[in-house]
Structures are given as structure tokens and as C-alpha cells.
């Protein structure tokens, strides 16, 4: 994912209104183009036919009005308004009209500061996908999205936690993005037609990080699809039989902690570098930051950007023997 060219997905049709939302812009542009010239073009041409020097008072007629004028300049511009609503309005409706549930794939969406979560319904094993969706600053890549099969319609239903702000997911390929709002669900769908990998984007000011507030939407065949969903994997492109990844580390990437701090450089993203902490602090200090944040701030930095995380006393055991482990 090339995140310096955020633009580069209006370059693609990937998904099934696309089209639709690009006739709806261009007609939008051209007609106000038009609608432009014919006020601006005659006005700077009067403005300089009737200049001072070009006008004696004698010859100054005053006209009252011109009938078949006004009602010209009334329903050409009337008319063209009403096609700019037609295509409005069907584009918007087609956005904002939600596909049959049975017929859909239904994604819980969460973001929060700065990381997006995706909650798919249960599979057949009954088990339920969770992926947390971060953009990583040191490979310069989105850790895990949102995967779907291609010409699948996908519904979105969209929240944000209490504790935090608006967001918005945006995906430019697509043409689509909605506000993601604390304590409400909001709602959008799509239909992806072409494989590839999707940019996401947050749409709304959320904050320092808000510029890496990152995920992606990977289209994939349905057969690949399905043999991922119906497995444990965290992803389509991780095994979960190989990933013999800690409960520690699993815990560290589902909660978004990669997303602000580094544990294996010395980077400071938002929070400071954990590589090493171990050795600095004991478990107890490891503990209270986690669930306290606040408590003690490092300097240099500020209380308030990293949330208190209320997890269950195992899963802060099993983070703190991560961070005094991890090399
Ligand atoms: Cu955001």
C-alpha cells in the first residue's frame, strides 16, 4: 500500500457504484462550469462595454424588465438544478440503501484512537473473527484489514467506543465514507468487483495520530476467502497452526498497543519505545500503566492520550510478561 499517494484510489472503479458516484460528480462539475460562465462572461463583458468613459448620461436608458429574459434565465438555470438533483439523489440513494442482511456478509466496524477493529459473524465452528487493524509506522504498512470476496455485498455497521471522538471510514476506491460515532451505529455498504488491496482511510480529525489512522480492505477470491473464514487464522495471510505467536503478543496487537508504541526499536510513535522495559520496571509499574495510565508519565510526555485499558487481570499478566520479554 502506497500511503504517500492517498489520492491514488480515485484512479480505480473497484467498486459496484463507483461509476455511479463519478457520472454523478462530473455532471455535477460541467453543469456548474456552465452555469458559471453564462453569469460570469456577460458580466465582465458589460462591465467593460458600459464602462464610465464609454457611456454619456443621455444615451442611460432605465429598462423596468424583460419578460421572455426573466423567464429564460429562470428555467434554464431551474432545469439544469433539477438534473444536478436527479443524479444526486439516485447516486445517494443507491449508497444509502442497504442491501438485504441474508444477502450480506454484516462487519461490526470499531474505531478508536487510532486503530480500526473488525467483528465478523460467527463461522460454521462457531467461532468469531476478530482483527484489530493497525497502521505500523516501521514497515510503513496497514497489519491486518478487513478481507472480503470479490462481488460479495458487504454491510457495514459502524461504531465508536463511549470514551472516544468521531471518526470516519473512508474508502476512496470505493467512493465511499460515513462518520463512525460514539454511541450511535452508522452504516454503509458495498459491493467490491476487482481483487486487490483497498486504502482506508480516517476521515475525520481524531487526533495526534489521525494521519495514521490506517486500515485496508483486501478483495479476495471467494475460495480463498472461505478457506480463511472457516479456519482460526488471524488473517488469510497468516497460518494459525504456524502462528505460534504468545498470548502476550496477541493481546499487545488485538489492543492497538503497536499502533503507539514500538517494543522492538527505540521509535517513539505516540507513547515511548517499550524495547527494553523490562529491565527499568518492575511488573507492578507495568501493570499500573497499563491500567492507569495517567499515573506516572514518562516526560516528554503528556497523561490522556493513552487510554486506561480495563482488561481482565490474566491478559494485563500476560502483557506485562510480554513487554519484560519481548527482544
Ligand atoms: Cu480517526
Known amino acids: 500500500m502506497d500511503v504517500n499517494n492517498t489520492l491514488s484510489g480515485f484512479n480505480s472503479m473497484a467498486s459496484t457504484f463507483a461509476a455511479d458516484v463519478d457520472q454523478a ?10 452555469l458559471g460562465l453564462t453569469v460570469l462572461i456577460p458580466m465582465f463583458y458589460f462591465a467593460w462595454k458600459y ?3 464609454n457611456v454619456k448620461d443621455e444615451d442611460i436608458i432605465n429598462y423596468t424588465h424583460n419578460t421572455p429574459l426573466e423567464i429564460t434565465w429562470t428555467l434554464i438555470p431551474t432545469a439544469l438544478m433539477m438534473v444536478l438533483f436527479y443524479y444526486g439523489y439516485t447516486s445517494m440513494k443507491t449508497l444509502r440503501t442497504m442491501p438485504a442482511a441474508s444477502e450480506s ?3 461490526k466496524v470499531e474505531g478508536s484512537k487510532w486503530k480500526w477493529k473488525y467483528e465478523y459473524p460467527a463461522n460454521k465452528s462457531g467461532f468469531v473473527h476478530k482483527i484489530t487493524s493497525v497502521y505500523d509506522k516501521k514497515i510503513g504498512d496497514v497489519k491486518r484489514g478487513l478481507y472480503v470476496p470479490v462481488g460479495q455485498k458487504v454491510i457495514l455497521e459502524m461504531t465508536s467506543p463511549l470514551n472516544d471522538v468521531i471518526h470516519a471510514y473512508y474508502v476512496p476506491a470505493f467512493r465511499m465514507k ?4 460514539p454511541g450511535r451505529m452508522t452504516k454503509q455498504w458495498f459491493q467490491a468487483d476487482v481483487i486487490g488491496e483497498y486504502e482506508v482511510e480516517c476521515a475525520e480529525y481524531c487526533g495526534t495520530n489521525h494521519s495514521y489512522m490506517y486500515s ?3 478483495v479476495m477470491e471467494r475460495a480463498d476467502y472461505d478457506k480463511w473464514f472457516e479456519s482460526e487464522a488471524k488473517s488469510p495471510f497468516e497460518d494459525a497452526s504456524a502462528a505460534q505467536v504468545s498470548k502476550g503478543q496477541s493481546l499487545y496487537e488485538d489492543n492497538g498497543c503497536a499502533g503507539c508504541h514500538s517494543i522492538d526499536t527505540d521509535a517513539t510513535l ?3 519505545s517499550l524495547k527494553g522495559i523490562g529491565a527499568k520496571y518492575d511488573a507492578a509499574y507495568l501493570k499500573t500503566a497499563i491500567l492507569n495510565p495517567d499515573k506516572d508519565v514518562p516526560t516528554g510526555f503528556f497523561p490522556g492520550v493513552m487510554p ?3 482488561l481482565p487481570d490474566a491478559d494485563v499478566d500476560e502483557l506485562v510478561k510480554y513487554m519484560q520479554t519481548a527482544k
Open 308 to 310: 486506561p485499558f480495563a
Open 105 to 107: 456478509i454484516v462487519v
Open 270 to 272: 505516540v507513547g515511548p
Open 51 to 53: 464602462r464610465e468613459s
Open 178 to 181: 460515513e462518520d463512525v460515532v
Open 25 to 34: 460528480f462530473w455532471i455535477n462539475f460541467w453543469i456548474s462550469i456552465f
Open 216 to 218: 485496508k480492505i483486501v
